[in-house]
């Protein structure tokens, strides 16, 4: 199931969460694949570390080649590369996506990518979409083409605040473009069990009945240590909590 990792809030955890999950079920022996819509390729810089994509196939070139009136059909599959982790892929990064976006808009591009992930579902088990921290045409894009969200949370006000707007975004996409798509749920981020702040906060969100997934991914400064080595935590340190916390969560979603 193609599933898209959103906010529109920058620094709440989105590709950390998609390549950790995207990690854990290349591991379990799923063939994963992960699609980093953001220009700023963290997602990409994660898991592949050095390994520049200069020369090497990207998303940007997937979307270019959706403007081309070429003959040739270029499979999707042309745009993805191998990570140094067995079974897990990438559909490369690029600044590039910055500049075709308003070209892709006037060209009504929007529902390519579901079109892309409808043959590549035949290759991957796994798909996870991460997403730039804004409401734009890659974001609408992955919520068109994905059949799961999850949306991290970080227990920040600002952020319980823009959720409100984001669900309402989503549910927009839903009736609009996408009716097969379900909100998985909202997944806690960098969660302090002993602060008075997270605790209420998360409370709070329950209590209006939003599904707020557990468990909560709990704050660590192991992750820095994972993003510096570009090696997510299930490589890292498998014994790890918050690894551990990853794979519950992973287990939650596969269900």
Do not use: W
């Not at 992955?142 to 600002?158: K, Q, W, Y």
């Amino acid at each position: 199931m193609p599933r898209v990792v959103f906010n529109q809030k920058g620094g709440v955890g989105k590709s950390t969460i998609t390549c950790n999950l995207a990690a854990i079920s290349a591991s379990q022996g799923l063939r994963t694949l992960v699609i980093d819509l953001d220009p700023q390729g963290n997602s990409s810089a994660y898991l592949m570390g050095g390994q520049a994509a200069e020369g090497q196939p990207t998303v940007a070139g997937f979307f270019e080649n959706t403007l081309s009136y070429s003959l040739r059909t270029v499979a999707p599959s042309e745009f993805i590369v191998a990570t140094p982790h067995e079974g897990l892929d990438l559909m490369h990064s690029s600044p590039a996506l910055d500049e075709m976006q308003a070209k892709l808009e006037s060209r009504h591009k929007i529902y390519k990518l579901r079109e892309a992930l409808a043959q590549l579902a035949q290759d991957y088990d796994r798909i996870y979409i991460d997403t730039p921290p804004a409401l734009n045409f890659y974001t609408r894009s992955a919520l068109i083409a994905a059949r799961g969200c999850l949306i991290p949370f970080d227990c920040d006000d600002f952020s319980r605040k823009a959720l409100y707007t984001l669900l309402e975004n989503v549910q927009e996409i839903q009736a609009d473009h996408n009716a097969e798509l379900v909100v998985e749920g909202i997944v806690v981020n960098q969660f302090q069990p002993r602060a008075n702040l997270p605790q209420r906060m998360v409370n709070e969100l329950i209590a209006e009945g939003l599904p707020v997934l557990q468990p909560y991914l709990p704050s660590s400064i192991k992750i820095r240590e994972s993003h510096e080595q570009s090696l997510p935590m299930i490589y890292l340190d498998p014994g790890h909590k918050l690894t551990q916390a990853f794979v519950a969560l992973h287990g939650v979603l596969a269900r």
